[in-house]
């Protein structure tokens, strides 16, 4: 899938081409093929099974891994990194098919597919001519997924430095020559420090490469303008931050093979417990391999609790670059999110940082060494402003990421147009712009315990909601329980101070806001307050004395469900609803202040 999402990357470089027809095929050489079928149908090019498509005779190939065998496609080969470069080492690929014999150190970030890795690098150089393949004297670039296992002895090549063992992916002749010869006619890398590390351990492949930037970084730079509408589309509000954890698929990734030292397990519940619901947004960006190898609904259900707490899981292969502008910290591993995240300038928190499946020469193998360390003792808010507040962004990620920013476009267009052997369209090359994703609306069931503080120089409530019942709160106050009717833990309703519900204003379900909070209030006679949430700025409330009011909030401002909560704390404290009327509500979460009008309804 990763490998999929790199060449949707480049697919809009050959549109408006009359004189190109694109064709689509599938070496079968991965263990996570699931949702590929469905995201090459979705692009509406034929897909050729992969017999078929070594018969067919094209004239450019392009891949962005390195499974199968590439070295049987007739035409042009070009490669592509699906990752952010080439950083991790792996085992001998098995023979006939160059996947990776483990999948232990094969991982690599939504932009790293299932035995291969990130970004290669190198100059252009004419290849020897071999199945149709090189023409003398020219450039080749290569794009592709790595051919069939060369672990019959090689043909003779130049004598090179001893190379660390395991061999770097995609830079290691293991996975760059079949006897001997290089794959790929052009191999794209991003920078020219891939290139040093090529001509080391494999100086057979260095003719071979291309150095055309990053298509999926300049993706992101180029939707940088757009952060705030990102933002509101992941449902983070005004006085929010939006805190992405993500992780690879590596055993010793954050997210892990299940075992007791596995970071993320543990950190979600705290994540969701700790941290102010209405202060930050948590979302997960996972590694397309975690969701095709467990199953999405797997997935869901390890994730329930936190996902019933709020938490956003992003589409791993449409909408992770979003996320990434969108957060204003990132929790993750060695993967290449973490390594773009902090390209962008974004604060990282390594959750864990294994260094035995990096090139210690390798950009990420510094940027491990150099991130900020999570810290599982430490509480959640206090690390969090710490790192927030001490940012430094490290130089080497945005410095390593791409020698030719915002450029790649008009690299890779003129490098296959190049091998195609065919002019090269006058128009300017462009990608495609990054999607605006799906409003996610936070709509957690978790019941909240909330803590609240009237005070009155000036006067203001303020309020923490934290979405684990069993969750103390600290700080000073009152404490009390707001459980939204449709939660999983329908016992929690006969405790709760506040009862909440969401829908629309004319469901006829529920009759209207007014019937159902005097049903809910009824049900319920220890309950002070129910909340009918109408709209992302509105909720119709009845108290306990029978009074209907309408609390409006500002555009982008507080929950309702907060308002409610606060209006609650209002009441308890001995004020009344006419100041509250008059003067409406100041409420305080975190360093933000908000405004709340309140109406009495008839």
């Given at each position: ?11 809009p ?8 027809q ?41 891949t962005?891994?390195?499974?199968g ?6 035409g042009?080969?070009?490669l ?27 991982d ?8 291969t ?21 020219e ?36 996975w ?37 930037g990053d ?7 180029a ?10 589309a ?10 992405v ?39 997960a ?15 869901r ?21 979003q996320?990434l ?7 993750g ?19 864990t ?9 390798s ?15 430490a509480p ?8 927030i507040a ?19 476009a ?5 490098l296959?147009?190049?091998?195609l ?38 006067y ?63 049900r ?50 001995g ?25 009495v309804?008839?």
């Amino acid at each position: 899938m990763t490998s999929a999402t790199r060449l949707l990357d480049v697919l809009p470089l050959f549109h408006d081409d009359f004189g190109i027809q694109l064709l689509a095929t599938c070496t079968g050489s991965s263990a996570f093929e699931g949702g590929v079928a469905a995201l090459l149908a979705e692009t509406g090019v034929p897909v050729l099974p992969w017999e078929q498509a070594l018969e067919t005779k094209v004239d450019l190939a392009i891949t962005a891994s390195l499974g199968g065998q590439l070295h049987r496609i007739s035409g042009q080969l070009t490669l592509l990194s699906h990752g952010v470069g080439y950083n991790k080492t792996l085992a001998t690929p098995d023979a006939g098919r160059r996947t990776p014999e483990s999948p232990l150190t094969s991982d690599s970030p939504p932009d790293a597919g299932p035995g291969t890795d990130p970004d290669p690098d190198a100059g252009p150089r004419a290849v020897p001519h071999r199945h149709g393949r090189g023409r003398a004297a020219e450039s080749a670039l290569s794009l592709g997924q790595a051919a069939e296992s060369a672990l019959a002895a090689p043909a003779p090549a130049p004598p090179r430095a001893p190379l660390a063992a395991p061999p770097v992916f995609g830079l290691s002749p293991d996975w760059l020559l079949h006897d001997g010869i290089p794959i790929a006619d052009a191999m794209v890398l991003s920078h020219p420090e891939q290139l040093d590390r090529l001509r080391t351990a494999c100086p057979e492949a260095v003719a071979t490469a291309v150095l055309a930037g990053d298509p999926c970084f300049d993706r992101m730079l180029a939707a940088r303008p757009y952060r705030e509408r990102f933002r509101k589309a992941f449902g983070v509000r005004r006085g929010q931050r939006l805190v992405v954890l993500n992780s690879t698929w590596n055993p010793e990734s954050l997210f892990g093979d299940g075992g007791g030292a596995d970071v993320f397990p543990p950190l979600l519940p705290r994540l969701t417990a700790e941290l102010p619901a209405d202060e930050y947004r948590v979302a997960a960006v996972l590694h397309p391999n975690i969701w095709q190898g467990h199953g999405p609904g797997q997935i869901r259900a390890w994730l329930d609790r936190a996902l019933r707490a709020g938490l956003v899981l992003v589409d791993p292969l449409h909408d992770w670059r979003q996320a990434l502008l969108a957060a204003d910290a990132v929790i993750g591993d060695h993967g290449s999110v973490s390594y773009y995240a902090a390209a962008l300038g974004i604060p990282v928190l390594l959750g864990t940082t294994p260094s035995a499946g990096l090139d210690p020469l390798s950009p990420v193998a510094q940027f491990v060494d150099q991130a900020p360390q999570f810290d599982p003792h430490a509480p959640l808010a206090d690390h969090l402003d710490g790192l927030i507040a001490n940012h430094r962004p490290l130089p080497g990620p945005a410095r390593l990421t791409t020698s030719a920013p915002g450029t790649s476009a008009a690299l890779l267009r003129s490098l296959f147009y190049r091998l195609l052997n065919t002019p090269e369209p006058q128009r300017p090359a462009l990608l495609e712009p990054l999607r605006l994703p799906p409003h996610q609306h936070p709509s957690p069931t978790a019941p909240l315990k909330v803590l609240t503080r009237v005070t009155t120089n000036p006067y203001a409530i303020h309020l923490a909601r934290h979405s684990d019942p069993w969750y103390e709160p600290l700080g000073e106050g009152d404490v009390h329980l707001a459980v939204p009717e449709d939660t999983r833990d329908p016992g929690q309703l006969a405790l709760a101070d506040v009862l909440l519900r969401e829908g629309a204003a004319e469901d006829p379900r529920f009759g209207s806001p007014e019937q159902w909070t005097a049903e809910v209030l009824a049900r319920h006679p220890y309950s002070s307050l129910a909340a009918y949430v109408t709209g992302p700025r509105t909720c119709t409330v009845r108290t306990r004395t029978g009074r209907l009011l309408r609390l409006t909030g500002e555009p982008d401002g507080l929950a309702p469900g907060a308002s409610a909560s606060a209006l609650h704390a209002w009441l308890a404290a001995g004020r009344t609803i006419d100041r509250a009327t008059k003067e409406g509500l100041t409420i305080r979460t975190g360093s933000t202040t908000h405004h709340v009008t309140v109406t009495v309804m008839p």
